[in-house]
């Protein structure tokens, strides 16, 4: 039993290790932005217009924190899932309309291009949109398709931490990557997250058994619905 126990945990356990380097990297940019830092070619758009950045680094982090928790059969047996879920959901398409902001109208990091915008605007839109889908299906008390599209905007949405996983060892073994490159490590990041969600919602029980388990999953008491 206690082992059974661990693994029900081992899902969000790494998961929010994955989010754990991107949460310091936001706690770094926050601290620096609260502690008037010098102004450098990395860090000057931030200074000039914090708000965005700022809503990005806590809406994510709480997006990607909490979204890690409802993979924990545990909660949501708890009621856990739909009280989180109100706080997830919009949480995650804040952090995913002011990625799209910060895109489209602060100026280019060093190293990022026409490329990495692009591919940037194409994540963040899906992200923005598989929540919304997330969240109408749940309206319809679609819960299946509920389920899979909260799990494909869960997944753009821990691109930060899978690029970490992806840039590292190019870094360490080539030095800075061109803007090319870059741009292909970054998108690396979010495919990988996206084929893992899509092998995850199709392995998944379909057919009458899955509906079975759903619906005993949103019986009184074990609320699932976000």
């Known amino acids: 039993m206690a082992s059974s126990a661990k693994s029900r945990w081992l899902v969000p356990t790494l998961l929010i290790a994955l989010t754990v380097v991107p949460m310091i990297g936001g706690a770094v940019r926050v601290a620096d932005l609260a502690g008037n830092a010098p102004t450098t070619p990395d860090n000057a758009r931030f200074v000039a217009m914090p708000v965005p950045v700022l809503v ?14 409802q993979f924990a059969p545990g909660l949501r047996r708890r009621g856990w899932h739909r009280i989180a879920g109100r706080i997830t959901v919009p949480c995650g398409l804040a952090a995913a309309l002011s990625g799209l902001w910060m895109t489209l109208f602060y100026p280019d990091a060093p190293g990022d ?12 839109s899906a992200m923005f949109a598989s929540l919304a889908l997330g969240f109408a299906a749940i309206r319809r008390r679609d819960l299946i398709r509920h389920s899979a599209w909260m799990i494909r905007g869960y997944a753009i949405g821990q691109g930060a931490g899978t690029q970490v996983l992806t840039n590292v060892p190019w870094l360490l073994l080539f030095g800075v990557p061109g803007t090319v490159t870059r741009a292909m490590l970054m998108a690396a990041g979010w495919v990988i997250n996206v084929a893992v969600a899509e092998w995850v919602i199709r392995r998944r029980p379909a057919g009458p058994r899955r509906s079975a388990m759903v619906v005993a999953d949103s019986a009184p008491g074990h609320l699932t619905s976000q």
């Open 56 to 69: 990005h680094i806590f809406t994510a982090s709480v997006f990607c924190v909490l979204g890690a928790l």
């Open 113 to 124: 291009g026409a490329l990495l915008v692009g591919i940037r605007l194409v994540f963040g």
